[in-house]
């Protein structure tokens, strides 16, 4: 069983810049593909980055795509997302995810975070 547990979120100017650190216990760090979601208020959760076991893989949605960016240190057992340019439109609660499947962590992960909230103001 993997533990995930977010931080880093919080209240931003637009234009600004936020890093979340996601940090696992619980099972082997770099078994696992680690992902980024998140939850506007109204919307459903959409899929916003992911990371390969080894950190050699990533991918993006195309709406933070050359913004946002995932890696990981598994030494430490944590993944981050670094923003930048942030946009009110990025106004969610993010969650990270982890699955031993690339491809199903950016679709339908097995362990969930609790999730952080980014505000993102105009």
């Known amino acids: 069983q993997v533990q995930l547990v977010e931080s880093g979120g919080g209240l931003v100017q637009a234009g600004g810049s936020l890093r979340l650190s996601c940090e696992a216990s619980?099972?082997?760090?770099?078994?696992?593909?680690m992902g980024w979601f998140r939850q506007a208020p109204g919307k459903e959760r959409e899929f916003v980055a992911a990371?390969?076991?080894?950190?050699?893989?990533?991918d993006y949605a195309n709406s933070v795509l050359g913004r946002f960016t995932t890696f990981r240190d598994n030494a430490k057992y944590t993944v981050y997302l670094q923003m930048n340019a942030l946009k009110p439109e990025d106004t969610a609660v993010y969650y990270c995810?982890?699955?031993?499947?690339?491809?199903?962590?950016?679709?339908?992960?097995?362990?969930w975070g609790q999730g952080t909230q980014v505000t993102v103001s105009s």
């Open positions: 990371v390969s076991r080894s950190g050699g893989n990533t």
């Open positions: 995810a982890a699955d031993q499947v690339f491809g199903v962590v950016r679709t339908i992960p097995k362990y």
């Open positions: 619980g099972g082997t760090f770099s078994s696992y593909s």
